[in-house]
T-cell receptor, first 112, second 115 residues
Framework: NAGVMQNPRHLVRRRGQEARLRCSPM?????VYWYRQLPEEGLKFMVY????????ESGMPKERFSAEFPKEGPSILRIQQVVRGDSAAYFC??????????FGSGTRLTVV | ELKVEQNPLFLSMQEGKNYTIYCNYS?????LYWYRQDPGKSLESLFV?????AVKQEGRLMASLDTKARLSTLHITAAVHDLSATYFC???????????????FGTGTRLKVLA
């Protein structure tokens, strides 16, 4: 079992470009969470998805951010027209029927 | 607003000393997690505390939970340099999250153990 796979590990984007972050949950897990960690801060909830559905996006910024978890393939967190303030580590976590998470290794986004 | 507060935020201690990190939360929760994060790395699960009075120990770390006081502690015994990391607590506010199981993380405690 490969665990929760996130890619890329590091991503550099220029201001105004798009960033796509991918998360493949653990085998058998159908619940995916995205969290953002700004430098020197704790993790903040962004969005919770199940296959083909967004369940809770209360932590997502209203503009430029979107997430999906299609029937086939990984979950995608998409950030359009990135700004310097989007620079952060983005962590994905998945769970099965229990409440406990498994975290991925994260994607570190740097906007230059 | 749901809050999870940790203190201290920064902790520098000598090897061999004992210390406690505190995690206070503002909502009812029947479950609390402790994680360790090394610089540039992901989160490593340390403890899951499931009920009032729960105590778990692993090596030099011991965690406890008091749900009535809404307080968890992470006690470090005879610290060693390898324990240097950032420690986070996280609350699963079952009632407020409407079954979504989204965690609320504390601010983190950055621990540095000096040789």
């Amino acid at each position: 079992n490969a665990g929760v796979m996130q890619n890329p590990r590091h991503l550099v984007r220029r201001r105004g470009q798009e960033a796509r972050l991918r998360c493949s949950p653990m085998k058998g897990h159908s619940h995916v969470y995205w969290y953002r960690q700004l430098p020197e801060e704790g993790l903040k909830f962004m969005v919770y998805l199940q296959k083909e559905n967004i369940i809770d996006e209360s932590g997502m910024p209203k503009e430029r951010f979107s997430a999906e978890f299609p029937k086939e393939g990984p979950s995608i967190l998409r950030i359009q027209q990135v700004v310097r303030g989007d620079s952060a580590a983005y962590f994905c976590a998945s769970r099965g029927t229990s409440r406990g998470y498994t975290f991925g290794s994260g994607t570190r986004l740097t906007v230059v | 607003e749901l809050k999870v507060e940790q203190n201290p935020l920064f902790l520098s201690m000598q090897e061999g000393k004992n210390y406690t990190i505190y995690c206070n939360y503002s909502t009812t929760s029947d479950r609390l997690y402790w994680y360790r994060q090394d610089p540039g790395k992901s989160l490593e699960s340390l403890f899951v505390l499931l009920s009032n009075g729960a105590v778990k120990q692993e090596g030099r770390l011991m965690a406890s939970l008091d749900t009535k006081a809404r307080l968890s502690t992470l006690h470090i015994t005879a610290a060693v340099h390898d324990l240097s990391a950032t420690y986070f607590c996280a609350v699963d506010p079952l009632r407020e999250s409407s079954g979504t199981y989204k965690y609320i993380f504390g601010t983190g405690t950055r621990l540095k153990v000096l040789a």
